[in-house]
């Protein structure tokens, strides 16, 4: 029999919907019940492509006996992380301040009302390395509540209050100048592994909004040594297993320091940051290997991630059944030898194997290998390679896929877009910005309400009940902005103003400060307020971004100054933990350069050299003579009859100009 979860619209709730666990979802009528019986509440945090997740539901949200001393003892709340960032981000501020870590599954016992006692993340079934087992857990945390419940609230109410006196005020604070940037870019470089590229150790994460950082400041300041540490990040990134040799794409991170063994799973926001990143580093490099990638990730996204609705999906599982019927991790993406032979007989399976590191003991488990591309002396054939590279994607297609999460999340479809729009534009690909286009429709016509308040999900073209936080508004922003700029449609450019206006309005407070959820959202144990990026942009900072690219374009001072106040998170953090806002970076360089405003009046060559210019965060506008489209091309004439490109900064505008190269000089 399903539990309540089988109404829901997140594919990871769903899931969940035929477990005997009785489930409820995050809702009032919950904590009622909790009252009303008088018990804990069991909170598990998870999301569909997570594979702990997966495990833990298997060995003890489908057995009885676990889920009968649960409906006996406890009201059980199953969340997507996805879909609550807010609940989520509450509750893992407090395991991490209580265990000094954290991660998903998140489990978390709380009080009727909503107050949390006792935490943690995965438990086994049986108790082992130290960690005692779900059913001890659970033994424990009832027996606490039935017989020590005065101990058990005082905890809970200690916990609140530690998490209140954490709220976040910068409002004296003004945004980065040379000095942070600077103090900032040497942070980075004594973090960074010259050897492998990238930052830290084990294990390794993509760093997507750090490069963004990195080549806006090359573009500004002229340092070689972040453009440096930008393309060899890429490059090494390019060439290991946590990009798909075959399919395009990147895994979400690499277990290892030299991106050899990828942890499977495939996001949408992983795959949209640095799609464009890779677009941008062809932009200032030329480099072919990032034109490659930059498009094999365009397309995987359109390929892979997009619904019948035309928005994009949140993510690929990292497990898929491996023929037997088994669900095992990584199934899908690797090969033995033996697999190679199969498909592509010994000369070919041969060259494969040379040619993408597979080698008999297997860089992965079982034998089997990540396909990777290791630098190699010899020239390779490359009609044979492209040739090899079909049949063993041919292949691959045949195998069980990885299950797919269908969610539209408002936030990273706002990251593709942005990515979608400017790598069909720099590569002269209108099938891209059209898939752009089609999932900005999708958010305006299903998210967007008629006051421009966003639903955070949807699925099969059903909104779902989460209100967008933070994040959704800026992203969605940011998406329509880069938008406006490639497609010349002025109204993607009022829908940012009106997504915009809501931060404003509902999401700072009296000092300038930004917070995670709007004002009016359901009230939870604190209002959660985080100006570090972590797999994504912080919604402070990426606020911030578009906030400041929306002031370029129609001359609003009230967006500029919040931008300016929002960058006073970066003045404090970035000198000191550069590789956690490293988007704040980024949006603080394109503040210090302008950023610069085009107008370009008359088609042609001259818009195209305004998109690929590297200016840190420059706005374009394009349009016809006497065109409305954009305040940029108000009272802006062709010149002498021919198309024309007018360039500011800070209140100063050059002369006009008819010539490209003189276009590409000022926007460089």
Known sequence: MANRLARETSPYLLQHADNPVDWWPWSEEAFEEARRRDVPILLSVGYSACHWCHVMAHESFEDQATA???????????VDREERPDVDAVYMEAVQAATGQGGWPMTVFLTPDAEPFYFGTYYPPAPRQGMPSFRQVLAGVHQAWTDRRGEVTEVAGKIVQDLAGREISYGDARAPGEEELAGALLGLTREYDARRGGFGGAPKFPPSMVIEFLLRHHARTGAEGALQMAADTCERMARGGIYDQLGGGFARYSVDRDWVVPHFEKMLYDNALLGRVYAHL??????????????????????????????????????????????????YYVWTPEQLREVLGDTDAALAAQYFGVTEEGTFEHGASVLQLPQHEGVFDAERVLSVRERLLAARAGRPAPGRDDKVVAAWNGLAIAALAETGAYFDRPDLIEAAVSAADLLVRLHLDDQGRLTRTSKDGRAGAGAGVLEDYADAAEGFLALASVTGEGVWLDFAGLLLDHVLTRFRDEAGSLYDTAVDAERLIRRPQDPTDNATPS??????????????????????EAAEHAL??????GPRVPRFVGWGLAVAEAYLDGPREVAVVGDG????????????????????????????LAGRPLVQGRPAAYVCRGFVCEAPTTDVGRLRDAVR
């Open 605 to 632: 060559e001259l818009r195209r050299a305004a998109l690929l210019g590297t200016a840190p965060g420059m706005v374009v506008a394009f349009g016809e003579e006497g065109s409305e489209e954009f305040p940029l």
């Open 539 to 560: 919604g402070w900072t990426a606020a911030a971004g578009a906030l400041l690219a929306y002031a370029a374009h129609t001359g609003s001072a009230p967006h500029r």
């Open 282 to 331: 062809w932009r200032s490099t030329g480099s072919d290997l990032a034109r490659r990638v930059a498009l094999e990730t365009a397309d995987f996204l359109v390929r892979e991630l997009r619904t019948a609705e035309g928005g994009f999906a949140s993510a690929l599982d990292a497990d898929s059944d491996d023929g037997t019927g088994r669900h095992v991790e990584g199934a």
């Open 68 to 78: 009968d001393f649960l409906n006996s003892h406890f009201v059980s709340v199953k």
């Open 568 to 573: 006073g998170v970066v003045k404090a953090l």
